[in-house]
């Protein structure tokens, strides 16, 4: 149960006081287990435990191992270089476990003092128990040690979100970056522009400061997120808070994903109750007032019951003038296992983002005004965005006797948002600016329902992997749109204000004029989907694969001239790929691939709805690219693209509340990424972007053909470097540059390029504590970060620390 007070001085008591009941409750549970544990296992090796690591890498599952079990694990990298696993599931003591996990690999484990040596299985017998001896002219490698409490590095090695299977990413002819989980805690991540700084060819949109909104080589979007999986496309921030990994894929995903899928999309992973019991607390405090609580409990009930509890408090303030942040959430989950062939994980969050709708400033004579970066304009006290989220999801995943599997994912949510903005919406012309004002609110429910069936089969010498699914969803929204209206004057929709003094405090009353959303959309869709991975020889892969969506629209328009249309599309998104590694630790890969996006909910408020507009958007991506392992913990990748767009909704250049359509766009880069290790205690994560894209017609004098697509700086570059000092003490330093671009498609206003220098010290100060500083624009540069058009522009931050604490017990 969430209790929340509507007066604002108890918030910070009421979850300082259920944080501490938590706290509290799961330590004694903690603590009564452990104590019982130690009184019935005094040696580690009888301990019978749960665990659930995929198939894969086998040194990625013995790490998981590691972790899950408490103890440590010595081996070569290089003997464990490219094998792999089937996995682990069921409860396993610690011989057991390891045993099940080397089934085929040519390896077997020693017991030694310091913990389990993993070496090659004609060795082993060499090898004493009492240490890593060698006799028989057998030679022992140099080995390396992982201890239980290793965090891992930032590599990524599979992901079930490309193919909806458990598969290597170098076997995935696409290009995709997952943030991980300890890249997320490192830069201290806790949004999705965050994530994305050091990810190759995506770029961080303004959002007109009330949602999350990405540039994908060269297509902005505000719909294309999903979470495990599950369309999750309402307008508004979403935080890190309880989110394990962020994979970002590129390129149109309509096969796997069906609407949406455009330029690419960004999937977060959750954070799931498992058998690795974790009880975190995370408090953090810096530069404009930041204050933020974290806290992460997960509990093992028995060997069939895992529980998890995620939540947030965040109140801090802005460099820009009086613009301020408060979330919280908290998101349980519970994780359920029958059988050892059964898992049903249940989940609920409840999370409410309240924050100053900040759009910026304007810009003067084709570059962003010179002023102050913390100047408002408008009236940030009648600028805020607000939004509730309460959502519930399911998993159900069954594998049979006879190598099926069975996965069903349910998602229920329910969105209320409202946001109210007062904003420059002209360039500066002599020494003056006009303002505009309106407001938004939505409401959105969401019922989504996913089951796939996977099996693996063999037709004389070609394996194949076969996926098919159905997905059902309805999606209903209603949307009203309100005209400020300045000094209450029914021609006042814009007000001039000098440039020395931008905010305005006249009154505003807001109606709802003809041509403003009263909108009611109801969305209905049901899709089909078939695809085989084969595997034609052991360098030879493919990937085929083809979506089909029903997706029916009944918009109702319910102020001036009623209007009700309804619209059916029946959309076909097909996939194809071909993998060639020469060599197990390469992969070259070539795809086609479509993605179809029609349009319904929060895209239609700002543009006048017809039949043409309803008409979905396509994608075609044609994309090769390569792959390379250089080391199981360490991979480099390479890609060129090229992307057409057509029937394009595109923001007016000087009227951020209108948008019209374009006929195409195309779009084409080259990236390159590099993500892992490089030694044992030197991490590192970036890469390189070139992109061009320009507008394939003419549709107004604002969107001329050849034109420049906005928001698409032709070269990006990202590298964050953490290296270890001591196992006790990190430093990091990150590098973002970006070149010039246009901050609209009628190219008239150019955002300068920029160099940002990111810096962190990390301190392990117990085996309980760490403390971590993170300091953003090291040099205070004075860049700027995001635009929306013309004259809505963000500045980047100053500099800035951020001071973090984590307790674990």
Request: aromatic share 10%.
């Amino acid at each position: 149960m969430i209790l929340i007070y509507k007066k604002e001085q108890n918030e910070f008591k009421l979850y300082l006081h259920f944080w501490l009941n938590c706290f509290v409750l799961l330590s004694c549970f903690f603590l009564n287990n452990a104590f019982a544990q130690v009184l019935e296992n005094k040696h580690a090796e009888v301990i019978v435990q749960t665990y659930n690591i995929p198939a894969g890498l086998l040194q990625d599952a013995l790490n998981q191992f590691s972790r899950q079990a408490g103890i440590d694990l010595i081996y070569d990298p290089a003997l464990l270089k490219g094998a792999k696993t089937q996995g682990l599931e069921g409860s396993f003591d610690i011989p057991s476990g390891l045993n099940f996990l080397l089934i085929g690999s040519g390896l077997r484990f020693v017991q030694q003092t310091e913990g389990y040596e993993i070496v090659a299985a004609q060795s082993a017998e060499g090898l004493e128990v009492s240490g890593a001896q060698s006799s028989g002219g057998v030679t022992v490698l140099p080995t390396i040690q992982i201890s239980a409490g290793n965090t891992g590095n930032y590599a990524a090695t599979s992901s079930v979100t490309a193919t909806k299977t458990n598969t290597l990413l170098r076997d995935v002819p696409q290009s995709i970056t997952v943030v991980t989980e300890e890249l997320i805690k490192d830069q201290a991540i806790q949004s999705l522009g965050d994530a994305v700084r050091y990810v190759p060819g995506v770029g961080v949109s303004q959002g007109e400061g009330n949602r999350d909104a990405l540039v994908f080589r060269g297509n902005r979007s505000t719909g294309d997120f999903f979470i495990d999986g599950v369309r999750d496309d309402v307008q508004f921030f979403r935080d890190i808070y309880n989110i394990e990994r962020v994979e970002v894929l590129k390129g149109a995903n309509g096969m796997i994903f069906g609407r949406g899928g455009s330029g690419g999309v960004v999937n977060r992973v959750t954070k799931q109750a498992n058998w690795d019991p974790v009880r975190e607390f995370s408090f953090q405090g810096g530069s404009f007032n930041k204050k933020r609580m974290t806290a992460d409990f997960g509990h093992v009930l028995n060997d069939k019951v895992a529980f998890r509890v995620n939540g947030l408090f965040e109140d801090s303030d802005s460099f820009r003038d009086d613009v301020v942040l408060r979330r919280r959430g908290v998101s349980p989950t519970v994780t359920i296992k029958p059988t050892k062939r059964t898992k049903v994980v249940l989940n609920m969050e409840r999370f409410h983002d309240d924050r100053t709708a900040d759009r910026g400033i304007p810009s003067f004579l084709g570059r962003p005004a010179d002023v102050k970066k913390s100047q408002f304009f408008g009236d940030p006290n009648r600028s805020h965005a607000d939004v509730e989220v309460l959502a519930f999801n399911s998993l159900i995943e069954h594998h049979f006797d006879f190598g099926m599997t069975l996965r069903n994912r349910t998602n229920y949510a329910q969105y209320d948002k409202f946001y109210q903005n007062v904003f420059a919406n002209s360039p500066v012309f002599a020494d003056r600016v006009s303002l505009g004002a309106y407001n938004d609110t939505s409401d959105r429910e969401n019922v989504f329902n996913q089951t796939d069936l996977l099996y693996s089969l063999n037709t004389g010498p070609i394996s194949h992997t076969l996926l098919a699914g159905v997905e059902i969803g309805q999606q209903i929204t209603s949307n009203i749109r309100k005209t400020g209206l300045f000094n209450n004057d029914p021609r006042g929709t814009s007000f001039r204000v000098p440039l020395s003094n931008p905010v305005t405090n006249v009154p505003i009353s807001f109606i709802t004029q003809d041509s403003d959303a009263d909108n009611r959309s109801v969305v209905d869709i049901t899709s089909l989907y078939i695809q085989d991975q084969i595997e034609l020889l052991p360098q030879l892969q493919a990937i085929a694969g083809v979506r089909y969506d029903l997706f029916e629209v009944n918009f109702q328009k319910r102020n001036g001239e009623s209007t009700q249309i309804k619209t059916t599309d029946h959309l076909i998104s097909p996939r194809f790929g071909l993998i060639y590694k020469p060599i197990e630790p390469v992969s070259f890969y070539a795809s086609f691939s479509q993605a179809f996006v029609p349009r319904a909910g929060e895209q239609l408020t700002s543009i006048i709805v017809t039949r043409a507009t309803l008409k979905p958007e396509k994608f075609t991506t044609w994309e090769a690219g390569v792959k390379w392992d250089i080391y199981p913990s360490l991979a480099l990748t390479g890609a060129v693209y090229r992307l057409d767009r057509t029937n394009v909704i595109t923001i007016d250049p000087n009227d951020s509340s209108r948008t019209f359509l374009t006929k195409g766009q195309r779009t084409e880069g080259v990236e390159i990424g590099l993500s892992g290790q490089l030694t044992s205690n030197w991490s590192v994560m970036g890469g390189y972007a070139y992109q061009e894209g320009e507008l394939t017609s003419t549709q107004s004098s604002d969107a001329q053909k050849g034109a420049t697509v906005a928001e698409l700086p032709r070269n990006t570059f990202s590298m964050w470097s953490r290296y270890d000092i001591t196992p006790r003490i990190g430093a990091a330093f990150g590098v973002i540059y970006r070149s010039s671009m246009f901050a609209a498609v009628d190219n008239t206003v150019r955002i300068p390029d920029f160099t940002r220098v990111d810096a962190a010290l990390f301190a392990q100060l117990t085996r309980q504590v760490r403390a971590q500083i993170n300091i953003e624009n090291l040099f205070d540069t004075h860049y700027f970060a995001s635009v929306h058009n013309n004259n809505n522009i963000s500045p980047g931050s100053p500099f800035a620390v951020r001071a973090t604490l984590v307790a674990n017990f």
